[in-house]
């Protein structure tokens, strides 16, 4: 009798632990729970941590993640306004505003990233069929920067010439377009519990069968810039030699001119100082000079065949008297 007491006293304590430890639960400073009866919400979300009790065995704990939370698309073919088709990779972040709410409408995570797929790959869609592939890669809406004569060649995303600066006028630049989409996305959640904090665009691209004839034709225009950039330094070098080979022309032909006038003014100092000479002294002057003429033309091996009335002879016969 003892006996039976004694295991229903241990039976009772057992139903009493499992009951109370089913009756409590702790909610984590990263969840927020809803409790639900049967499948239905019971009361409101607990959104504070700590220990929180509930109905033992009937009712459930559903806990959500209270953190950000990221959304990755797809990467899907799109078409813009002007009829380019591109791969749009995109991604968002969101976060569960009402757990309640979102309980209700979408049950769990899963469910909700299933959402977001129709809604955002939508919107994005849409967004880009309005606009067009100029305004989907540019990053803003800021001017095309040209020279001060607004020659300079420019080439858009598809290597297309552009020569003047108001033919790609764009009015929205990829950020607006994000904000275009995270805003449309925004209107269309409101009422499922979650919030879309943020939209980027990941990754924009041409579809493949595309990508080797753009890129052949941007080489094609980037050779042709580059050759015309080519053809401008020879003209430019051809036009600095010609400049360079006049200016040496000038500095030679001056340095002749003034060599020419220094050994003129030399020319005209030396007949200056010989007819100085000269007249000072005739006799003595025709003496150097005759010396100067025998010391030229005579050596130890010449012999001189002189005329009795040769000048020469004249101060040889004076030196023998």
């Given amino acids: ?49 700590g220990l929180k009790l509930k109905v033992p065995l009937l009712q459930e704990v559903n806990r959500f993640d209270r953190r950000f939370c990221e959304w990755d698309g797809e990467r899907n073919q799109l078409p813009t306004r002007d009829k380019r088709f591109i791969f749009v990779d995109t991604y968002a972040r969101w976060r569960i505003s009402d757990p309640l709410l979102f309980f209700q409408r979408l049950r769990d995570e899963r469910g909700a990233q299933s959402r977001l797929d129709d809604i955002l790959d939508g919107e994005t869609r849409n967004v880009i ?16 920067a040209v020279d001060d004569e607004e020659q300079q060649v420019r080439v858009d995303v598809d290597g297309e010439e552009a020569h003047a600066a108001d033919d790609f006028k764009v009015a929205n630049g990829r950020e607006e377009l994000a904000a275009e989409v995270l805003l449309a996305a925004q209107g269309r959640t409101a009422d499922l519990g979650i919030e879309i904090l943020d939209f980027k665009f990941k990754r924009i691209n041409y579809v493949e069968a595309v990508q080797a004839e753009v890129y052949t034709r941007m080489i094609s225009e ?60 005739p006799e003595f002057y025709a003496f150097v000079k005759s010396m100067e003429t025998y010391q030229h033309a005579v050596d130890g091996n010449t012999t001189l065949v002189l005329g009795t009335r040769g000048e020469l002879l004249h101060y040889l016969e004076d030196a023998g008297d």
């Fill in 1 to 49: 009798m003892k006996r039976a007491a004694l295991l229903g006293g241990l039976v009772v304590l057992l139903v009493s632990l499992v009951g109370l430890n089913s009756a409590l639960y702790v909610v984590q400073e990263t969840e927020q729970v809803v409790v639900t009866q049967f499948g239905k919400p019971v009361g409101e979300a607990v959104v504070t941590p």
């Fill in 222 to 281: 980037r050779k042709r810039i580059a050759e015309q950039f080519r053809s401008e330094g020879i003209g430019e070098a051809a036009r600095i030699n010609g400049e360079k080979e006049l200016e040496l022309a000038r500095i030679t032909s001056e340095a002749f001119r003034k060599t020419e006038e220094v050994r003129g003014d030399a020319d005209a100092e030396a007949a200056r100082i010989y007819a100085q000479a000269y007249n000072a002294d």
């Fill in 129 to 144: 069929a309005r606009h067009d592939l100029i305004e989907v890669v540019r990053t803003s809406t800021r001017d095309f």
